[in-house]
């Protein structure tokens, strides 16, 4: 199926949640129930839009929605979805969906229930941005959800601190790609599609290419930003924990894989952060505590290190390993985070690590022949965080023990999925292999 | 001055008759706002009329008649120092849209001393007032070109500074009236700066002055925003640090006319929706006992966009902003702006999270009030959703002066 040039579908599918959340603010405290009908009637919504643009997605033929927002300025309303973003607005629906049936209706109040479906909203855009700075709005809006989500002073400071950091940082870097549009082509503009054209000394190349890593460290977080992570696992409850990890995680590197590697992607400082990625694999086997902000850390790194393979079927790897690191954590997520001392089966931990373990397969593999040691360094950090044996696991209410389910048919959709990871050229000479 | 600008910057001084001779009843309090609309709606009527044509005066004297408005809906019980912001504002624009710089610093030194109430610390205005006048004077008489702007320059922006934290500082009720007289004077202030860096200020010494005030209200009022116990004193420090921004618009050369008035007008809405949210708010700890949802959210609205965070108003224009000021190869001086921003808008975040927090006590009962909320919205479509009338608007201004 192909769509017209300017569909609105995209945006339907982006604003859906943000039309709930306003729904979802009017009904006094005490109707809950009215409350939960309108915040799920809106995500299940989303989910049905973001599954027909899933299944309706064909390579070249995907929907884009481009308008000038502030043509003076270059800036434009572009949304547009590839094989990755196909995969990732069905994830994102699902996720959000998954956070509101979570809990008791009496339990999700009207702020979470808004700020989960703004925080939706936010990270569709991220996954469908095709201009800078709209990139950064929804990246600021979701943030801001999260932030507000965590409800403790002292979780929202550190967890906007480090973020925010992550914020200004891509500020900068869009704003520097701007800059050279405007002087390179005499036309401002914030294109994303536009920056891999950028004429760069190479010098300058590899500044730019650490400036975007660094825009990683910070809010996928890699090692040693993750201070944050801790707290803010605690101060959550179930539904926003279940965002955080399954959904804001993705930000970062969604910034990475859409904005610098198409850009920067054989730049010299690509070493160096794959050091920093393997550090974070070895970080997650050896910290002493088992705790969120290794676990999150480690699997970053090793999403980072498939992204920055040398080939296009690591980076697939890398990219499918974004969406698996996901379903991972969310698995994980579902866990009561107030009931440490209880003891419970293995089985959730089990699934949740054998989730992540194909496209770590895959990545190792294909950094094995360029970077062994470094490749070394990761699997000890991967084969320690695996091995060590986890002692107490709180019980799974079955509520959580139910919605296990859906998670795992949708990790064996993301698997049959495979063919979405590739990177677009490849993607294109593969189409052109079988022809 | 343009004499089309005659009828809305006399309209305030009218008001300002109408709260003086009828202060005590309601009749006159109720007027004034109307009075001050019919201005506002006077400035959009020049501008699509193309009378006068200068764009540059009508944009700000439409900015600070948005503040007045703004001041006139929300302050009703503040008579006397509403007449001073209506006298103030007439000063205002015809500091704006007059091209003599002596009748320029006249009105902007009357201002001060009409808006100013106390008698104490004399010798704080003494010395920038003093300043500004020998600065004139060297440009008017001897046509310097360097000594005579740095001591213009520094001596506006110091006359805004210390009149402001005094004014701010005074009491904690009123706020938006004070916020409105402050930002009035911003613009008056911003307008003269506007003018020197496009014609008089070429390189050197003068532009040295620019980027070191630019720089050092960043700074100043980014470890403000961070550090302040007090409402007003955070207050102060996010009017400083957005003083600092669109001086430092003005480094990006003709390119950076547009992003400062961008930067200007996004400053008025963002200040007096957190005055308008903080209002009768004494410590920022009270912040998290503000009952109300509608003035949490204002107050959310007006700190994350003092910050220009994006999405919301005034992030628009950081991105022309800083490729003007990379255009002229200030990137160091960019990097450190940025750096003070992002500790600003930790410093801003500070305030939201306490207002957010759900264990507040929510004691503080009254909302932000009707005209809060409609500018609150009205900034959001206009500054942040769709921003590009407001864009072409401050770019056709910027153009009037080069």
């Given at each position: 199926?192909?769509?017209p ?30 409350r ?8 299940a ?17 995907s929907?884009r ?41 009496r ?9 989960i ?42 967890f ?14 869009i ?5 050279l ?85 054989r ?28 676990l ?18 690591g ?14 954590l ?31 397969w ?34 799974l ?25 590739l ?13 | ?8 910057a ?8 109408v ?22 709606l ?46 103030g ?41 003093i300043?500004?006048l ?5 440009i ?19 006359w ?11 009491d ?79 480094l ?15 400053s ?6 957190v ?6 708010t004494?410590?920022?700890d ?56 992002f ?42 959703i ?12 910027a153009?009037?002066?080069?």
């Open positions: 199926m192909s769509w040039p300017a569909s609105s579908i995209l945006s339907v599918l982006v604003w859906t949640p943000a039309a709930g959340a306003l729904l979802s603010a009017l009904p006094a405290e005490d109707r809950w129930a009215l939960r009908k309108l915040s799920v009637g809106s995500a919504l989303s989910l049905a839009l973001a599954t027909t643009v899933s299944l309706a997605f064909e390579p070249g033929g929907p929605e481009l308008r000038r927002w502030v043509p003076s300025l270059g800036l434009s309303y572009d949304f547009f979805v590839d094989g990755l973003g196909s995969v990732l607005v069905v994830w994102i629906a699902f996720l959000a969906l998954l956070a509101l049936v979570s809990v008791g209706s339990e999700l109040g009207r702020r979470a229930a808004c700020l479906l703004l925080a939706e909203t936010a990270l569709f855009g991220l996954a469908t941005a095709g201009d800078g700075a709209q990139f950064l709005a929804f990246y600021g809006a979701g943030l801001l959800a999260l932030t507000l989500l965590l409800g403790r002073v002292g979780e929202m400071k550190k906007f601190l480090f973020q925010a950091a992550g914020a200004t940082l891509a500020l900068v870097y704003a520097i790609s701007y800059h549009i405007w002087v390179q082509t005499g036309f401002p503009s914030a294109e994303i599609a536009r920056f891999p054209s950028l004429v760069m000394f190479p010098d300058f190349q590899n500044r730019m290419f650490l400036l975007g890593a660094a825009v990683v460290a910070c809010a996928a977080p890699l090692f040693p930003l993750t201070s944050w992570i801790s707290g803010a696992a605690s101060a959550l409850a179930i539904p926003g924990r279940l965002l955080l990890f399954g959904g804001w995680s993705l930000a970062g590197t969604l910034f990475f894989v859409r904005v610098v590697l198409p850009a920067h992607g730049s010299e400082g690509a070493h160096y952060v794959m050091v920093l990625a393997a550090l974070s694999l070895l970080y997650a086997g050896l910290a002493s505590r088992r705790t969120w902000a290794p999150l850390a480690g699997f970053q790194g090793l999403v980072l290190l498939g992204l920055l393979s040398p080939t296009s079927e980076v697939a790897a890398g990219r499918a390993g974004m969406l698996q690191l996901a379903l991972a969310t698995t994980l997520a579902l866990w009561q985070g107030d009931s440490e001392d209880a003891r419970g089966t293995a089985l959730t931990r089990g699934i949740a690590v054998a989730m992540f373990l194909p496209p770590c895959v990545v190792l593999r294909e950094q094995w022949s360029t970077a062994p040691a470094l490749t070394a360094i990761a699997v000890l950090g991967l084969l320690l965080a695996m091995l060590r044996p986890e002692r107490t696991f709180p019980p209410s079955r509520r959580q023990r139910l919605l296990l389910l859906p998670l795992l048919g949708f990790w064996v959709f993301s698997l049959l999925a495979s063919s979405r990871y990177p677009v050229d490849s993607r294109t000479l593969a189409t052109a292999e079988e022809e | 001055m343009r004499f089309v600008l005659l009828v809305p006399g309209l305030p001084l009218l008001a300002a008759w709260l003086s001779s009828r202060a005590a009843s309601g009749w006159g309090r109720r007027m004034v706002a109307p009075v001050d609309a019919l201005a506002l006077s400035i959009v009527w020049l501008w699509h009329a193309g009378v006068g044509s200068d764009r540059f005066s009508l944009f700000l004297a439409a900015s600070v008649l948005g503040a007045l408005t703004f001041a006139a809906l929300t302050s009703e019980r503040e008579v006397e120092s509403l007449g001073r912001l209506h006298l504002v007439s000063l205002s624009i015809a500091a704006a849209s007059t091209s003599e710089l002596s009748w320029s610093v006249a009105a902007i030194l009357l201002f001060g001393i009409l808006v100013r109430q106390g008698r104490e610390r004399l010798l704080y205005f003494f010395v920038p007032g300043a500004v020998i600065g004139l004077a060297l008017l008489a001897a046509d310097s070109k360097v000594v005579g702007p740095v001591l213009l320059v520094a001596g506006l922006s110091t805004w500074l210390v009149l402001s934290r005094e004014v701010l500082r005074s904690t009720s009123g706020l938006v009236t004070r916020m409105a007289a402050s930002f009035s004077l911003l613009v008056a202030v911003s307008s003269v700066l506007l003018r020197i860096s496009s014609a008089r200020i070429p390189e050197g010494a003068a532009l040295g002055a620019i980027h070191a005030l630019s720089l050092g209200a960043l700074a100043l009022g980014t470890l403000g925003a961070l550090g302040a116990t007090r409402v007003t004193t955070f207050l102060t420090a996010l009017a400083l640090a957005r003083a600092g921004l669109v001086l430092f618009a003005l990006g050369g003709a390119q950076g006319g547009g992003p400062s008035l961008m930067v200007l007008a996004a008025g809405v963002s200040l007096l929706l005055a308008a949210a903080l209002d009768e004494d410590a920022i009270g912040v998290s006992n503000l009952g109300s949802g509608s003035r949490r959210l204002v107050l959310a609205l007006g700190v994350l966009s003092a910050c220009s965070f994006p999405p919301f108003p005034g992030s628009v224009a950081l991105f022309p902003l800083a490729s003007a000021v990379l255009g002229q190869s200030h990137a160091i001086s960019l990097l450190v702006a940025v750096a003070l921003h500790l600003l808008a930790i410093g801003s975040m500070r305030v939201v999270a306490r207002a957010w927090d759900p264990g507040g006590a929510r004691t503080v009962g009254n909302g932000a009030g009707l005209a809060a909320i409609v500018l609150a919205i009205v900034a959001t479509v206009a500054l942040a769709a921003p590009a009338g407001f864009v072409e608007l401050a770019r056709a201004a153009l009037a002066i080069l």
